[in-house]
């Protein structure tokens, strides 16, 4: 029964920790753009094809 004395007030300690970190997260920008990342993963590169030479082999400089 006596830990109970340790671990309540430890638990609500957790609590307020973890609700900082998911307030900051949010107030940093964490979840703003979810689905974007995503998309320019898939998202074709057409500019970087342009700028090879014909044989395939990039130019040494």
Do not use: T
């Not at 340790?6 to 957790?14: E, G, Q, R, T, Y």
């Not at 307030?23 to 898939?42: A, C, I, M, V």
Request: glycine share 8%; charged share 30%; no cysteine.
């Amino acid at each position: 029964m006596e830990i109970l004395y340790l671990l309540i007030p430890l638990s609500v300690v957790l609590v307020f920790l973890i609700g900082a970190a998911f307030w900051w997260s949010l107030r940093s920008g964490q979840f703003d753009d979810l689905e974007g990342p995503g998309h320019r993963l898939l998202m074709d590169d057409d500019k970087a094809r342009e700028q090879e030479p014909e044989n395939g082999k990039p130019e040494e400089r």
